[in-house]
Structures are given as structure tokens and as C-alpha cells.
């Protein structure tokens, strides 16, 4: 791939992913007026910005499971999580767990565990961000498995599973 179609790919995934949160908070600001929870589109945005790193995460894992042929796309995904990942604090600082998120009521329980699993998270990714844009292709997969468990080990402390999955309940009361 050349460095114009390089640098083309890289914007419009830049583009994709502001043009989303921009969108979704537009969506959610037409919620607030509807709503009676003021709270929603925080909610709502937070769910967004989690929605584009498990996008990114996914499409590196297709990259690099398939042996999918495309030079110095696994470096852009990484860069983009590692620059979301800094959203990450601030869109969850408000407390707000409502029926509609997964959150849970630990992450503002204990706030510095939540902080401290955010920060593993942004090393981890711009770990693979500098391996993914490095001349080793070796390095690549075991920085994809640290970041994926630092993903998981907040999940684990800090998301419902996904039996209790607000998902999972409006299913449920759609039966």
C-alpha cells in the first residue's frame, strides 16, 4: 500500500469515528428532550465510545486471525484506541447507572481501581500502537493479547456479565 492510500484509509477512519460520536450525541440530545433521565445521553455517548474500541479491537482481531493482507491497518486501529482510550475517564466520571447501561456500581465505589484499569488499558494500547507501527510483525500479536486482557480484567470488575446485560433484559421483557 502506498503512503497516499495510507494516509487516505487512515482519514477516513478518523472521519468514521468522529462522524459516530458526533451523530450519537446528536441522537442523544434528541433523547434528552424526549426523556425524562437527563442522564441518558451521557449514557448514551459513553456506550458509543466503548461501541469504538470494541469496533477497532474486533477489526484488528480480523485482521490479524484471518491473515487478512492489509499493510498498516492494525497500526491505525491501534492508534485510534489508544486516542479514544482518553475518553474513557471522563465520559464515565458522572455517576450514572441506570437500567440502560452495563456499568456497574463499582466503578464509582471504588474510583481509583476504575481509574487504574483505564490506565492499564491506554499503556496497553499505545504499547500496540508504537509494536504495530514497528518493524517487527512477531511483536504484534502478544501487544493485541495484553491490550485484550486489559480490556477483560475491566470487564471483569467493572461491567455486568452478560446474563445481566441491560441487553439482555429488554429481550427478555420483549417476550
Not at 459513553?46 to 477489526?59: D, E, H, I, K, L
Not at 491506554?122 to 511483536?139: H, I, K, W, Y
Request: charge should be negative; hydrophobic fraction near 45%.
Amino acid at each position: 500500500m502506498n503512503r497516499a492510500s495510507f494516509i487516505n484509509s487512515s482519514m477516513i477512519i478518523r472521519f468514521t469515528i468522529v462522524a459516530t460520536l458526533v451523530a450519537s450525541f446528536g441522537l442523544a440530545s434528541g433523547v434528552q428532550a424526549d426523556s425524562h433521565e437527563k442522564d441518558m445521553p451521557l449514557v448514551k455517548y459513553r456506550q458509543t465510545v466503548m461501541a469504538v474500541v470494541g469496533g477497532n479491537m474486533g477489526a484488528m482481531a480480523d485482521i490479524m486471525k484471518n491473515r487478512l493482507d492489509l499493510p498498516g491497518h492494525v497500526a491505525v486501529h491501534a492508534s485510534e484506541i489508544a486516542e479514544i482510550a482518553q475518553l474513557i475517564g471522563p465520559a464515565f466520571k458522572k455517576n450514572v447507572a441506570t437500567d440502560a447501561t452495563d456499568a456497574k456500581p463499582e466503578i464509582w465505589q471504588d474510583w481509583a481501581k476504575f481509574e487504574k484499569a483505564i490506565s492499564d488499558f491506554e499503556a496497553a494500547a499505545r504499547n500496540l500502537e508504537v509494536t504495530a507501527a514497528g518493524s517487527d510483525p512477531s511483536a504484534v500479536g502478544p501487544a493485541m493479547k495484553a491490550l485484550g486482557k486489559t480490556c477483560g480484567d475491566c470487564h471483569d470488575a467493572f461491567r455486568k456479565p452478560e446474563e445481566e446485560s441491560f441487553k439482555k433484559k429488554a429481550e427478555s421483557d420483549d417476550d
